[in-house]
């Protein structure tokens, strides 16, 4: 399967603990993203990395969430010292940012639950 | 005004009918459009991109209206299977940001 893959595909932890996520985007598409989704709410920007340098980050994201793409290969996202309010549903999405439009392919998710 | 606006619906329609969505965007210069498909507690995928001219894709029509700022997505004769939540997506001008719009659910019914 050449898509997006995500692990883990669930996770469950307590709060205070740290977690971390993996990304795998398509072989050489250069542009990789992290969004939030939780219920009923599309997925919500969190950071942006084009090849290894993080371009841009929400404000949304706290000094708890960090994410890299050492190689600019693969990405983690790391939570740490999870609230409750961090349960959601973790996406990654990769682009080939060879066009003027910036179509993403997403992966399967990682879904947190923070008890 | 939010930035990326859709009705949440849902749009309960029988099989073979026609169902049109609507997205509003706030700003004025956004340049890049998409509409995404996701299923229950699936990852959302792409479903179309939508250019100045409109295009279509079988059943499906992606129409952009600059004047109004919006986006809209057909779909003729609903099939089944198109029962899922419609995202719309937008650039934000200036960033690297795309907006999604909270997603528009639609139930095809026999």
């Known amino acids: 399967d050449t898509g997006v893959s995500q692990n883990p595909r669930h996770k469950i932890t307590k709060r205070g603990q740290n977690v971390t996520f993996r990304c795998d985007p398509i072989s050489e598409h250069n542009r990789l993203y992290w969004y939030r989704q939780t219920l009923g709410q599309g997925p919500e920007f969190l950071t942006y990395f084009q090849n290894e340098a993080q371009l841009e980050k929400s404000r949304l994201l706290s000094d708890r969430f960090s994410a890299e793409r050492p190689k600019g290969s693969f990405s983690t996202l790391e939570i740490q010292r999870t609230e409750q309010g961090d349960s959601a549903m973790y996406l990654c999405a990769s682009s080939p940012g060879t066009q003027n439009t910036d179509t993403q392919y997403f992966g399967p998710g990682t879904r947190l639950t923070v008890l | ?110």
């Open chain 2, 1 to 110: 005004r939010k930035e990326v606006e859709q009705d949440p619906g849902p749009f309960n329609v029988p099989e073979g009918a026609t169902v049109a969505f609507n997205c509003t965007y706030s700003n004025s210069a956004s340049q890049s459009f998409f509409w995404y498909r996701q299923d229950c507690r699936k990852e959302p995928k792409l479903l179309m991109s939508v250019y100045s001219s409109g295009n279509e894709d079988g059943r499906f029509t992606a129409q952009l209206n600059r004047a109004s700022q919006y986006i809209s997505l057909l779909i003729r004769d609903s099939k089944l299977s198109d029962s899922a939540t419609y995202l719309c997506v937008v650039n934000r001008p200036g960033t690297y940001k795309y907006i999604f719009g909270t997603g528009t659910r639609l139930k095809v019914l026999a």
